[in-house]
């Protein structure tokens, strides 16, 4: 019934940018927090930020400085702005959302199929 649609993923030399964008549809009611995750061959899937309904967000150590989340309410989209890439951020990126569906449902976590970056010189 949920679907999440990830969008902007491709291959980009070191030191480029690229923006991530990942809307949620079907049955809403309530959206408590979106955030980006990815995984890496041979490693587990990370955060890699998150953004709450109160608008706070918080990133992993290694994108900070580098990486900016954002999100258009109106839309339920979110939104991953990544500049000066470097080959370590290569990794599926999986859009998240932790939502409830309907009033008589609990919250839980939904998933994107994923989108490949690629940083690659």
């Known amino acids: 019934q949920v679907q999440l649609v990830e969008s902007g993923g491709g291959l980009v030399q070191p030191g480029g940018s690229l923006r991530l964008s990942c809307a949620a549809s079907?049955?809403?009611?309530?959206?408590?927090?979106m955030g980006w995750y990815r995984q890496a061959p041979g490693k587990e899937r990370e955060l890699v930020a998150g953004?709450?309904?109160?608008?706070?967000?918080n990133y992993a150590d290694s994108v900070k400085g580098r990486f900016t989340i954002s999100r258009d309410n109106a839309k339920n989209t979110v939104y991953l702005q990544m500049n000066s890439l470097k080959p370590e951020d290569t990794a599926v990126y999986y859009c998240n959302a932790r939502l409830r569906a309907t009033v008589t449902n609990p919250i839980r976590d939904y998933w994107g199929q994923g989108t490949q970056v690629t940083v690659s010189s």
């Open positions: 953004i709450g309904n109160g608008g706070s967000t």
């Open positions: 079907g049955s809403i009611f309530y959206i408590a927090a």
